[in-house]
């Protein structure tokens, strides 16, 4: 099973960025897709965005389409997600997580990391 942790979060203003890595050991990044979710406080887990096996596809949720984008580089054992024009409403603990499919549903993901929080301030 692969180990996965992210990092990059942080607290920012409205309307600014951050870059959210997940760095990944213990397999070889290229089997599996990467997804991105977040879990805003009260709420349920969240899907972002997610990018296949070899990057060239990628999907991201509506509510951050054209503000997120996800990518990777397998030499690197790392995914990254870079966080543009931030609201409030994306403030949540961000997961990244791996899967042997495509998939919007967190269920289909097997291996988590630990979260990293971001909190965006109006």
Same mark, same amino acid.
């Given at each position: 099973? /692969?180990?996965?942790?992210? !990092?990059?979060? $942080?607290?920012?203003?409205?309307?600014?960025?951050?870059? *959210?890595?997940? #760095?990944?050991?213990?397999?070889?990044?290229?089997?599996?897709?990467?997804?991105?979710?977040?879990?805003?406080?009260?709420?349920?887990?969240?899907?972002?965005?997610?990018?296949?096996?070899?990057?060239?596809? /990628?999907?991201?949720?509506? !509510?951050?389409? $054209?503000?997120?984008?996800?990518?990777?580089?397998?030499? *690197?054992?790392? #995914?990254?997600?870079?966080?543009?024009?931030?609201?409030?409403?994306?403030?949540?603990?961000?997961?990244?997580?791996?899967?042997?499919?495509?998939?919007?549903?967190?269920?289909?993901?097997?291996?988590?990391?630990?979260?990293?929080?971001?909190?965006?301030?109006?």
């Amino acid at each position: 099973q /692969v180990q996965l942790v992210e !990092s990059g979060g $942080g607290l920012v203003q409205a309307g600014g960025s951050l870059r *959210l890595s997940c #760095v990944a050991s213990g397999r070889t990044l290229s089997s599996y897709v990467m997804g991105w979710f977040r879990q805003a406080p009260g709420k349920e887990r969240e899907f972002v965005a997610w990018i296949s096996g070899s990057g060239f596809v /990628v999907k991201s949720a509506q !509510s951050v389409k $054209g503000r997120f984008t996800i990518s990777r580089d397998n030499a *690197l054992n790392t #995914v990254w997600l870079h966080l543009n024009s931030l609201k409030p409403e994306d403030t949540a603990v961000y997961y990244c997580a791996a899967g042997s499919k495509v998939s919007d549903s967190g269920g289909d993901y097997g291996s988590w990391g630990q979260g990293t929080q971001v909190t965006v301030s109006s």
